[in-house]
């Protein structure tokens, strides 16, 4: 069924579902969403699948117009959404009749926003996903982001009877200053203890040279032990690159999956969808963590994931 028709772009809004597995090592990023949890819990409140294709909308959002009733829900960062420019609330289903505008305003905190739709976003899969990968120019839609003019479907509705809230204790708050726990290495031994004790006590700017496959970050120089070079190997989602100009290299989902920087640590699994809400001149702190600590704290997180659908608040329209 017809969906919606785009308006106006804004600034980069794709369609992601959770990521392409398993063709890494054939060159191929993972890709998808880069807050997981704000996706998941989008999925949920409007009834579907947590892996179902959303859209996902990047500090500026786009005006789309309904072609069909429908339910939606938006979460992640708060970008002032309205329909019809009337103000509407984040983390809840929403009712959309055909005609309908949704339009975005100023961000409130936060980088990007998802917007779910009741039985998913339809685009072929590709390689397994529907997430799309722009440089790469395939998924998603068309292997772009959305433009306007766009005609976005989607799968027949799921058979939500319901609508729902989430707990605001589930709710997370996004901040421009973040501690980001990593797990040091696997190059660590690359570096000065003078290095890593600098990485551990500064503070890091996010500059404008960030999106979806890396983030570039201003500050501290992290000094290298002299004439260390290293082969190119595998480079996962999180790793924090440090080429010779000392300056930090956050490496983001639509990354290459290989790289000759060495990486000084690697950001826990559970952090990087807290990382994929960071925006131009937010601030990063980077506190280590065990990788003993790092799997125990991984599989809190999953378990919230995973009960989340059970702790939703049943709503009237």
């Known amino acids: 069924m017809k969906l919606c028709k785009v308006i106006k772009q804004g600034f980069f809004?794709?369609?992601?579902?959770?990521?392409?597995?398993?063709?890494?090592?054939?060159?191929?990023?993972?890709?998808?969403?880069?807050?997981?949890?704000?996706?998941?819990?989008?999925?949920?409140l409007?009834?579907?699948?947590?892996?179902?294709?959303?859209?996902?909308?990047?500090l500026l959002g786009p005006e789309v117009e309904f072609l069909n009733d429908i339910r939606?829900?938006?979460t992640g960062a708060a970008l002032s959404p309205t329909i019809n420019s009337e103000k509407v609330a984040c983390w809840q289903t929403l009712q959309i009749c055909k005609?309908?505008?949704?339009?975005?305003?100023?961000?409130?905190?936060?980088?990007?926003?998802?917007?779910?739709?009741?039985?998913?976003?339809?685009?072929?899969v590709v390689l397994d996903s529907r997430s799309t990968y722009v440089r790469g120019g395939f998924g998603g839609f068309r292997g772009r982001q959305l433009k306007a003019g766009d005609i976005i479907d989607a799968y027949k509705p799921s058979t939500l009877k319901s609508c729902f809230l989430m707990p605001k204790e589930l709710i997370p708050r996004y901040s421009n200053e973040l501690t980001i726990e990593v797990v040091l290495g696997p190059q660590s031994d690359y570096f000065t203890d003078r290095g890593l004790e600098m990485f551990l006590?500064?503070?890091?700017?996010v500059t404008n040279e960030s999106d979806r496959m890396g983030y570039r970050l201003d500050g501290a120089k992290v000094e290298?032990?002299?004439?260390?070079?290293?082969?190119?190997?595998?480079v996962p989602v999180g790793a924090v690159q440090v080429p010779r100009s000392g300056k930090l290299i956050i490496v983001m989902r639509d990354a290459q999956t290989t790289g000759g920087y060495p990486k000084i640590a690697v950001v826990a699994t559970f952090d990087v969808s807290r990382l994929g809400q960071a925006k131009?001149?937010?601030?990063?702190?980077?506190?280590?963590i065990s990788s003993s600590k790092a799997r125990t704290k991984l599989l809190e997180y999953m378990k919230t994931l995973?009960?989340?659908?059970g702790k939703l608040i049943e709503s009237k329209m």
């Open 72 to 74: 939606i829900a938006i």
């Open 46 to 58: 409007v009834g579907n699948e947590p892996n179902y294709a959303c859209l996902e909308i990047t």
């Open 13 to 44: 809004t794709t369609v992601q579902d959770l990521e392409r597995c398993g063709f890494q090592r054939y060159g191929v990023p993972i890709s998808g969403a880069m807050d997981t949890y704000a996706f998941v819990a989008a999925n949920l």
């Open 224 to 234: 290298q032990k002299d004439s260390l070079d290293m082969v190119s190997d595998a």
């Open 201 to 205: 006590s500064s503070i890091y700017t």
């Open 280 to 288: 131009p001149n937010d601030k990063i702190r980077f506190s280590k």
């Open 99 to 124: 005609g309908d505008v949704l339009s975005f305003g100023r961000p409130q905190g936060g980088c990007r926003t998802y917007v779910a739709v009741s039985g998913g976003v339809d685009v072929p």
């Open 306 to 309: 995973s009960q989340m659908k």
